[in-house]
């Protein structure tokens, strides 16, 4: 997978050197590049921003500038010349193959694990991050006419800039990247994952420790015992944080489920 993130503070990236997604850029699973924002400005003092349009506070990061950097990291994909049809049409909007463009934004369809999923099985993924309030809105219309673009929430709340969003994203994506992660295994019974619910209480060493010990059946070696002792941790830590997940499943409750509960 190929991944390009803009942003005018490239060193904010730095994280995705380190860990398993440094790993990954290491071996050649994952080909990511940081792009500064700057290198394409025109200017002496390589402005990327100006004032908003019918006055407020703040500026907004310009169209022009997002544009030049845009059409040479998203490549042929987002060529600006519309090819034009025979009967002088621009060809219809983006196509499911190409490079996908993510823009971190308050105002975007919230990331969670099924989005992830989604985009671990892209082979181009682009980041634009914003800063200030925010990129020109003609940047996100003009490139949906060329590239599937999605505008996307890490949560309900207001960063300064989307490059943090983008390091969550990108490590949820990265980390279901075939052979990221050692162990796949690890990533079936997590939170969110295939089972819908939320992850069951762990322990390990020492068997005691301030006059609490592990579970007993974790330690019986009754593997069918711990398997449904799980189950029913994971249900009932989901129905008291997160009941909202137990309702419109995917993965439908069993009977034995909804005794636990
Ligand atoms: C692109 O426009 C803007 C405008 C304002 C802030 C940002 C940075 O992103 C966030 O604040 C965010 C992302 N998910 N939750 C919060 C981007």
């Keep these: 997978m190929k991944i390009d993130v803009i942003s005018i503070f490239p060193e904010y990236l730095a994280a995705l050197e380190l860990s398993l997604i440094g790993k990954a850029r290491t071996s050649g699973l994952l080909d990511l590049t940081v792009h500064n924002l700057r290198d394409w400005t025109t200017d002496k003092h390589r402005t990327v921003d100006d004032t908003p349009a019918g006055g407020g506070a703040g500026m907004v990061m310009r169209a022009d500038v997002w544009g030049a950097a845009l059409d040479d990291v998203l490549g042929a994909a987002a060529d600006a010349d519309a ?10 909007g983006a196509t499911e193959e190409g490079p996908v463009l993510l823009i971190p934004t308050p105002t975007g369809r ?12 892209e082979d181009h993924l682009v980041f634009a991050c914003g800063r200030y309030e925010g990129i020109d809105a003609r ?10 673009v999605v505008e996307f929430s890490i949560g ?23 052979g990221v992660v050692g162990n796949p295994e690890s990533l079936i019974e997590e939170s969110h994952g295939a089972a819908g619910l939320l992850e069951y209480p762990v322990y390990t060493r020492p068997t005691s420790w301030r006059g609490a010990d592990i579970p007993d059946v974790l330690l019986s070696g009754d593997h069918a015992r711990i398997t449904r002792w799980r189950r029913r941790k994971a249900l009932a830590r989901t129905a008291k944080r997160r009941p909202d997940m137990l309702i419109d499943r995917a993965e439908p409750l069993t009977m034995e489920d909804k005794l636990a509960l």
């Design 83 to 92: 090819d034009e049809g025979a009967n002088g049409d621009v060809e219809a």
């Design 110 to 121: 919230v990331f969670d694990q099924r989005m992830a999923e989604e985009l671990a099985g």
């Design 139 to 148: 940047v996100a219309e003009k490139f949906s006419e060329r590239v599937r």
């Design 156 to 178: 309900d709340y207001v960063l300064n800039g989307g490059e943090v969003a983008a390091l969550v994203a990108i490590e949820a994506i990265g980390r279901l990247s075939p």
